[in-house]
Structures are given as C-alpha cells and as structure tokens.
Nanobody, 119 residues
Framework: QVQLSEFGGGLAQAGESLRLSCAPARNTFKFDTMAWYRQVPGTPRQLVARINISGDGSTTYADSVKGRFTISGDYAESTVILQMDKLKPEDTAVYYC???????????WGQGTQVTVSS
C-alpha cells in the first residue's frame, strides 16, 4: 500500500498564500493523475485541482479556485504541488492529496492537512 504524505498548510489571512506539496513514501511509485481535494466537516470531499501527471500535464480546476490556485507536478518524483494565492476564508478546509496509480489504476489518498484562512 502506497501512502501519500502532504506537507504545508496551516494558518493564513485572507489574501495571503500557502503552498501544499505531496509525495509518496516511495518515489518509484508512479501515478497517472494526481489531484487535491478538500473537505469541510459535514460536507462531501470536493475536487480542487487535478493534473494529468503522466501525460500532457493538462489541468482541471474547480470554478471557485480558478485564477487563484495553481497545480503542478513532477512525474519522475511523483510529487504534486498546490500553490494557493489570494486565499479566502471559504478556502478553509482539510486538503487531501490524491493519486491514481499508473499501472494499478487504484486510488491513493493522503491523511489530509488543515488549511485555515481568517478574514
């Protein structure tokens, strides 16, 4: 079982920036796509951004973060980064890293990291 680990997160004020990064315990494990999801207690986990890390690097963003968040990834290192700019209080959530195995096509999740934005 491959465990993804998230780094970054924490506290920020509205308008500030935070950077999340994610990597597996073994960088020899390759992913097809990697993504960031977020979840507020009592609500479903929602996609924030996704990158086709094994292919053309195409990206998808939730409408609520377009123009403010940027996802990037490194296929060789199996890492994904979420740069979050112009943060808003409504960005407050637990952020989860997600990957789909290149060979297995299985889902892999991180433990989550808290992001809190104050107004």
């Amino acid at each position: 079982q491959v465990q993804l680990s998230e780094f970054g997160g924490g506290l920020a004020q509205a308008g500030e920036s935070l950077r999340l990064s994610c990597a597996p315990a073994r960088n020899t494990f390759k992913f097809d796509t990697m993504a960031w999801y977020r979840q507020v207690p009592g609500t479903p986990r929602q996609l924030v951004a996704r990158i086709n890390i094994s292919g053309d690097g195409s990206t998808t963003y939730a409408d609520s973060v377009k123009g403010r968040f940027t996802i990037s990834g490194d296929y060789a290192e199996s890492t994904v980064i979420l740069q979050m700019d112009k943060l808003k209080p409504e960005d407050t959530a637990v952020y989860y890293c997600h990957g789909i195995g290149l060979i297995s096509h299985r889902d892999y999740w991180g433990q989550g990291t808290q992001v809190t934005v104050s107004s």
